[in-house]
């Protein structure tokens, strides 16, 4: 180390990085300048000041150069994200009764509560590729309304399948006469007329009904037993034979007039 002109011109041995390269040039240019000015007639060395210094050695150390090995845009970004995910962690242990071990049982009870009501309301299952299809807005006949039901349930889809299980059976009432064919019909409508043509499964049909109503409206779900039910009511029904109102005796013989 040496001092021309009070300017410190020392080099240290190493210096991390690019850097180094970097500042010994500078401190050569200021070693060069420092000792010009001092072989000129002993007059003091011109020395840079502070903030100019600190500027070039700013824009010096902002070369390209010195940052190929800088991480990437998305890597700081997952390291910002990481830090924050640890200061979050150690918070939440600090607030927490008992601290890290405190925080993990917390944890886990909430993944505990979150399986069980996973395993309660069961899997949330998609729409099968054939809803569109089965839903056009074509009347379709009872034989295509239990085929649709079938299909849903060989795939599990339990509510589609006792819906059109019920729509089957309405409208095979329908073709069998035993109700009108009208549109806009509710479940419990159907369910109250067809009843009086068949009395002997009207309490079956009132089910039925309220298994639809429950699907369609009420936001539960239905399982394999309810469209059991449902198919072999439809099943039942198909084989029943209505009650019909007996008829009225004719007016004609008691008519006055009428010939006897």
């Known amino acids: 180390m040496n001092l021309a002109g009070g300017v410190l011109t020392a080099v240290p041995a190493a210096l991390p ?8 040039r500078l401190l050569a240019a200021a070693h060069a300048t420092a000792a010009a000015a001092g072989g000129s007639g002993g007059e003091p060395p011109v020395t840079t000041p502070r903030d100019p210094a600190r500027e ?8 390209r150069m010195y940052h190929e090995n800088d991480p990437g845009l998305i890597q700081r970004a997952l390291d910002a ?46 729409g099968p590729v054939s809803t569109a299809a089965l839903f056009e807005n074509r009347p379709r006949s009872a034989a295509e309304h ?27 009432l329908e073709e069998r006469a035993l109700l009108d ?35 369609t409206y009420g936001g539960r779900s239905a399982d394999e037993p309810s469209y059991q039910r449902i198919a072999e009511l439809d099943r039942d029904l198909e084989r029943s034979r209505p009650v019909l109102a007996a008829s009225a005796p004719s007016t004609d013989q008691h008519r006055p007039g009428a010939a006897e």
């Open 181 to 215: 064919d009208r549109p806009g019909r509710t479940a419990d409508e159907s369910a109250a007329e067809a009843g009086r043509a068949l009395p002997g499964h009207r309490d079956r049909l009132r089910s039925a009904a309220r298994e639809f109503d429950d699907v």
């Open 17 to 24: 990085g690019a850097a180094g390269p970097a500042a010994r």
């Open 146 to 172: 239990r085929a649709a039901s079938e299909a849903h349930a060989a795939q599990g889809h339990w509510n589609q399948a006792v819906q059109e299980r019920m729509r089957a059976i309405v409208r095979s």
């Open 81 to 126: 994200f990481w830090d924050w995910v640890g200061r979050l962690l150690d918070r939440a242990a600090s607030a927490t009764p008992g601290g890290t071990l405190g925080l993990v049982v917390v944890v886990l009870f909430v993944l505990v509560v979150l399986a069980a009501l996973w395993w309660r309301l069961g899997t949330p299952r998609r």
């Open 56 to 63: 070039a050695a700013r824009r010096e150390l902002s070369k």
